[in-house]
Nanobody, 121 residues
Framework: QVQLVESGGGLVQAGDSLRLSCAAS????????MGWFRQAPGKEREFVVT????????MYVDSVKGRFTISKDNARNTIALQMNSLKPEDTAVYYC??????????????WGQGAQVTVSS
């Protein structure tokens, strides 16, 4: 069983930066793609970014390109999401997930508990 634990959420103002981290139990990052999804109140869970297991290939949703950056540290079994130039529409619960290199949440088998990110205008 893989456990994912997010940290780093919080309340910031528009234009600020925030960094989310996700720690995975066991040596899992070298066997699975890792992704970040988010869910705003009343909306479906939305793909944000994913990073591949072997070469570190990435896919971003268009709305965060140029502002968000995903990274991973296989030795520490952690991934991070650096979020810059935050906007109020980025407000959501952010989830770390492990699975296949995909934009679909259905292709991810393991999920963290979520971290709240709130961006005030």
């Amino acid at each position: 069983q893989v456990q994912l634990v997010e940290s780093g959420g919080g309340l910031v103002q528009a234009g600020d930066s925030l960094r989310l981290s996700c720690a995975a139990s066991g040596r899992y990052l070298d066997t699975a793609a890792m992704g970040w999804f988010r869910q705003a109140p009343g909306k479906e869970r939305e793909f944000v970014v994913t990073i591949g297991r072997r070469y570190g290939s990435t896919m971003y949703v268009d709305s965060v390109k140029g502002r968000f950056t995903i990274s991973k540290d296989n030795a520490r079994n952690t991934i991070a999401l650096q979020m810059n130039s935050l906007k109020p529409e980025d407000t959501a619960v952010y989830y770390c997930a492990a699975g296949s290199f995909s934009r679909s949440p259905q292709h991810y088998q393991y999920w963290g508990q979520g971290a709240q990110v709130t961006v005030s205008s």
